[in-house]
T-cell receptor
Framework: GAVVSQHPSWVICKSGTSVKIECRSLDFQATTMFWYRQFPKQSLMLMATSNEGSKATYEQGVEKDKFLINHASLTLSTLTVTSAHPEDSSFYIC???????????????FGPGTRLLVL | AQTVTQSQPEMSVQEAETVTLSCTYDTSESNYYLFWYKQPPSRQMILVIRQEAYKQQNATENRFSVNFQKAAKSFSLKISDSQLGDTAMYFCAFMTSGETSGSRLTFGEGTQLTVNP
């Protein structure tokens, strides 16, 4: 149980184009999803927190107009990198927190990540 | 603000031996959760073990166990009978349980563990 998928697993795009990354909780409902960015050999950096049906909360320094997040349902959140530039190249990871109450409701489950390369 | 510190950027251990990864954190909260995640070369984040701060008993999951010292704000991970598949980056993470701060994970810098045959 508690599987989170991401699509695509990797993407190469030209500078100036937009890229959408999907994050799905496959066997549970997620009221909250998180988007992280990770550079090589570094820790995860939280970009934003999204709650189903409401606007995402962005971390300081993260451009909300550049990184559009939509959490349209309890199983799907999307991150769109708009007008991508080479400096946006990174590894993007989503995670989801289960909606159900219980002893492990605080645990986040992570997707496999998406490698983005902007040329 | 909460901080998590992992003071060992890299560690290595021989297969079948035991290794301990250290983690300290700083918080003024009394209720919180602590986690260890591993990230193998595939980069998939995998939950290793979880500890609730209100529980005095240390969490254990098969070969993985923690030494949780709340007063010292220390949360180390012990891996027994190390296996080659344990080679990964290990992240210690902290999460408050209060409503006002949400359920954000604060990660440490990570410890790269290599298990040698």
């Amino acid at each position: 149980g508690a599987v989170v998928s991401q699509h695509p697993s990797w993407v190469i795009c030209k500078s100036g184009t937009s890229v959408k990354i999907e994050c799905r909780s496959l066997d549970f409902q997620a009221t909250t999803m998180f988007w992280y960015r990770q550079f090589p050999k570094q820790s995860l950096m939280l970009m934003a927190t999204s709650n189903e049906g409401s606007k995402a909360t962005y971390e300081q320094g993260v451009e909300k107009d550049k990184f559009l997040i939509n959490h349209a349902s309890l199983t799907l959140s999307t991150l769109t990198v708009t007008s991508a530039h080479p400096e946006d190249s990174s590894f993007y990871i989503c995670s989801a927190r289960e909606a159900a109450s219980g002893a492990f409701q605080e645990t986040q489950y992570f997707g496999p990540g998406t490698r983005l390369l902007v040329l | 603000a909460q901080t998590v510190t992992q003071s060992q950027p890299e560690m290595s251990v021989q297969e079948a031996e035991t290794v301990t990864l250290s983690c300290t954190y700083d918080t003024s909260e009394s209720n919180y959760y602590l986690f260890w995640y591993k990230q193998p070369p595939s980069r998939q984040m995998i939950l290793v073990i979880r500890q609730e701060a209100y529980k005095q008993q240390n969490a254990t999951e098969n070969r993985f166990s923690v030494n949780f010292q709340k007063a010292a704000k220390s949360f180390s991970l012990k891996i027994s009978d190390s296996q080659l598949g344990d080679t990964a980056m290990y992240f210690c993470a902290f999460m408050t349980s209060g409503e006002t701060s949400g359920s954000r994970l604060t990660f440490g810098e990570g410890t790269q563990l290599t298990v040698n045959p």
